[in-house]
């Protein structure tokens, strides 16, 4: 008896393997978990910072007065604000003391700051205690800072004319009453709080050079100030840049400690875009003005990000 096997086909109930997922719908997918993790950010630039924006300039074109807050009218009156501003002489005036009072704030902040990191560097008693002492005046409030100083150089009863008058060096020394005299106090009061971010960052920079570079250089014969400029200097670059980066954006529209020593005066000595743009809008109750003035000092600050945006990536490259 022949036995014959029969083979069935295959059956089409078989399990199949999973299709190839398409690539199109992953790199969709990918493309929109990454617009979901940064959309927040676009969302709160865009509300709190592109919308100010573009309504500080559109309102630089326009009559914008107290009465706009009650009636919404605020007719566009062309480039009238922007000629008015440029043909005022305290626009100039400000201008340059701006300048001069940021590159001063930021010089002398800087060199003392990164002596102090130097100084700090080293393992000596009380380090840590000294420090924290130096922070102080980092902590304290931009307008606390302000009066606390205001009153120090009372010409007539502040203590540093006083102190100078029992040492004999004449104590009756305009420090803020001079129009010669009022900006540099100014600028030596903006140092001395300054100070301290530049000490700390610079000093936590000085951390992170390796101490084999200072090994190496000692033992060709460097010099402390040879070290310092052949090491010291080309490893701090990112960090140095940093620091003056962040110094000009805080010091270039500077307002609260003006206003809180000398209010802009005497006679505009300390009149800076900052106050400008106060006064005009705030005091004068010009806001198409203090708008002009402010998308200066927007534009002063954008300039100097660009330099900064293109002198790193030179680095990089």
């Keep these: 008896m022949t036995t014959s096997t029969v083979t069935a086909p295959p059956s089409d109930a078989a399990p199949r393997k999973d299709a190839a997922p398409d690539p199109a719908r992953a790199r969709l997918r990918r493309r929109l978990a990454r617009w979901g993790f940064v959309a927040p950010a676009v969302l709160f630039m865009l509300l709190f910072f592109g919308y100010p924006l573009v309504r500080n300039v559109v309102m630089s074109f326009q009559h914008y007065t107290p009465k706009t807050f009650f009636t919404g009218e605020a007719p566009f009156n062309g480039a009238d604000n922007w000629s008015s501003v440029f043909q005022d002489t305290l626009f100039g005036k400000a201008l340059w ?11 002398g902040q800087f060199c003392i700051g990164l002596a102090l990191a130097v100084f700090f560097n080293r393992r000596f008693p009380l380090n840590g205690v000294l420090r924290s002492l130096i922070l102080l005046p980092w902590l304290v409030p931009m307008v606390v800072s302000g009066i606390v100083w205001r009153r120090i150089l009372d010409q007539d009863t ?9 040492l004999g060096l004449g104590g009756h020394t305009p420090w803020l009453t001079s129009p010669g005299m009022a900006l540099l106090s100014v600028i030596l009061v903006n140092i001395w709080i300054g100070i301290p971010f530049n000490m700390v960052i610079l000093y936590g920079g000085l951390q992170e050079i ?53 209010d802009g005066g005497p006679a505009d000595a300390t009149q800076t875009l900052g106050t400008l743009t106060y006064q005009n809008s705030f005091v004068e ?19 100097f990000a660009v330099f900064y945006l293109r002198a790193n990536r030179t680095e990089g490259k």
């Design 97 to 107: 003391h701006t300048l001069v009072f940021t590159a001063g704030s930021l010089l």
């Design 210 to 262: 390796p101490k084999e570079l200072y090994e190496a250089a000692s033992l060709d014969g460097a010099s402390a100030w040879r070290a310092f400029r052949s090491v010291t200097l080309p490893m701090l670059k990112p960090v140095i840049t940093v620091v003056l980066v962040l110094g000009f954006m805080s010091t270039v529209k500077i307002l609260d400690l003006i206003l809180a020593l000398t």
């Design 158 to 166: 502040g203590v540093l004319n006083t102190f100078l008058d029992t």
């Design 285 to 303: 109750l010009d806001f198409g003005a203090g708008a002009v003035v402010g998308n200066v000092l927007i534009l002063i600050s954008a300039v």
